[in-house]
Nanobody, 121 residues
């Protein structure tokens, strides 16, 4: 079994910064893409940013230039540095990892439990 545990959420004023972390543990041989998604009340879950194990990144247009995703493959951890936060960034943030339990095995998607980010105006 695999677990992803997020940390770093909280309450921040508009214009402030937060850094989220997500550590994966368990039966892991390797992790392909890792990413951050968010879900605001009454809205669908949406992509924030993803990063491959080679470090190739992809961002939602709404966060480009403000958020930076990174990962530490040795620690099976993904981060997102969120700067210039806006009230519309308020959501539950979830991390996701595509985990291979053995060499050549299938990549299985796992989700974290989510962490709340609230940006006050």
């Amino acid at each position: 079994q695999v677990q992803l545990v997020e940390s770093g959420g909280g309450l921040v004023q508009a214009g402030g910064s937060l850094r989220l972390s997500c550590a994966a543990s368990g039966n892991i041989f390797s992790i392909d893409a890792m990413g951050w998604y968010r879900q605001a009340p009454g809205k669908q879950r949406e992509l924030v940013a993803t990063i491959t194990n080679a470090g190739i990144t992809n961002y939602a247009d709404s966060v480009k230039g403000r958020f930076t995703i990174s990962r530490d493959n040795a620690k099976n951890t993904v981060y997102v540095q969120m700067n210039s936060l806006k009230p519309e960034d308020t959501a539950v943030y979830y991390c996701r990892g595509e985990v291979r339990p053995w060499a050549g095995g299938p990549a299985v998607k796992y989700w974290g439990q989510g962490t709340q980010v609230t940006v006050s105006s």
